[in-house]
């Protein structure tokens, strides 16, 4: 097979329809369907209206995607899906029209680790070698630190969330200030109004190693909006933003010095907040790192991010995963591949 595999990705573990197609690591084409607008009246993703988006979205965004990227289905050298972590029904979607269309083809299927695929998103830079790498993920429901060597065959884990992610803290923080759904953009959009040092929130776990806690910081800025009822909305939101951008970083930074790995990946939905892309650039500028992030509209749930991880499979030999493999709804950061 060629060293420039020819890959298509699709990714359905929660609202987003997406499909990317990847020519080795050139991205030809990225299409999203999102349900957003379906959750947003229930402050939060519904999993039967998920499901049901995609069903719908599916056949369009392949054939998008496919006329995006100018190719044909039988051009494709490998397709690879989400099969985990992610909504066990959304999942199915995805991994059933991946089966599909891997059996009527007769080429090569992937199962790819959702989680592992948004880190691999930085692959699809063919400006820069991959080089091993600390990685920060922060998604959703994840805030990960991982040590990146080979994408496509594992990472070591050094570190994650024992409570509240830091995008469920977003969410949970812009219900409490009445923000719209999802909460991570409102926030971000609310803090560049405010003061970032108005307020001390706590950094929780702050001289552990690893790992993170958001939950008590959730806490603290729920009280402090109880017992100050005319506290400025923008101030809350910069200073309870501030709290998380300095508790990602510092640990980040942290397992970069301890591991002595000079480059810094930061991927998943988080990475697309302003504050912390920012910070990330100056913190990472004086310690003399490294810093990749990848473009805003790669660091949400999206199909070229399946695409890239799957890309990197095929040009690595690893070997396409079992047909018939199973949905996880948790699966372990470590295993980027089904097998």
């Not at 926030?187 to 405010?194: K, N, T, V, Y």
């Not at 690893?210 to 400025?232: C, D, E, I, M």
């Amino acid at each position: 097979m060629s060293s420039q595999p020819l890959v298509l990705g699709i990714e359905t573990s929660c609202d987003e329809t997406a499909v990317g197609i990847v020519r080795g690591r050139t991205l030809l084409a990225n299409v999203i369907s999102s349900s957003v607008e379906e959750h947003a009246r229930f402050g939060g993703v519904v999993p039967e209206i998920a499901s049901r988006a995609h069903l719908e979205a599916m056949p369009h965004v392949i054939s998008q995607a496919l006329a995006e990227a100018k190719v044909a289905l039988e051009d494709l050298d490998a397709i690879g899906v989400t099969a985990g972590p992610g909504l066990i029904g959304a999942l199915l979607v995805g991994t059933s029209a991946a089966h599909g269309l891997a059996l009527s083809l007769g080429k090569p299927l992937y199962g790819v680790n959702h989680l592992s695929s948004h880190i691999a998103v930085d692959a699809l830079d063919e400006s820069k070698q991959l080089t091993p790498a600390i990685g920060l993920l922060v998604s959703g429901g994840h805030s990960s630190i991982i040590e990146v060597k080979d994408m496509a065959r594992g990472v070591r884990v050094l570190g994650g969330t024992i409570d509240d992610a830091a995008g469920e803290a977003f969410d949970k923080i812009a219900r409490i200030l009445a923000l719209d759904f999802p909460g991570g953009p409102a926030i971000d959009r609310l803090a560049r109004q405010g003061n970032h040092s108005a307020i001390n929130f706590p950094r929780g776990l702050a001289d552990s190693d690893y790992n993170f806690s958001f939950s008590g910081l959730k806490t603290a800025v729920s009280r402090y909006l109880q017992q100050t009822p005319t506290a400025h909305r923008a101030d809350v939101a910069a200073s309870f933003q501030e709290a998380i951008v300095d508790v990602l970083l510092t640990k980040a930074l942290k397992a970069c010095i301890d591991t002595g790995l000079e480059t810094l990946i930061i991927a998943g939905g988080v990475a697309a907040n302003s504050r912390l892309r920012a910070e990330a650039l100056r913190r990472t500028s004086a310690a003399g790192i490294e810093l990749r992030t990848p473009p805003t509209e790669l660091c949400t749930d999206n199909g070229a991010m399946v695409a890239a991880l799957t890309s990197l499979a095929v040009s690595g030999g690893v070997p396409p995963s079992t047909i018939g493999f199973s949905t996880l709804s948790t699966a372990p950061l470590d295993q980027p591949i089904w097998q």
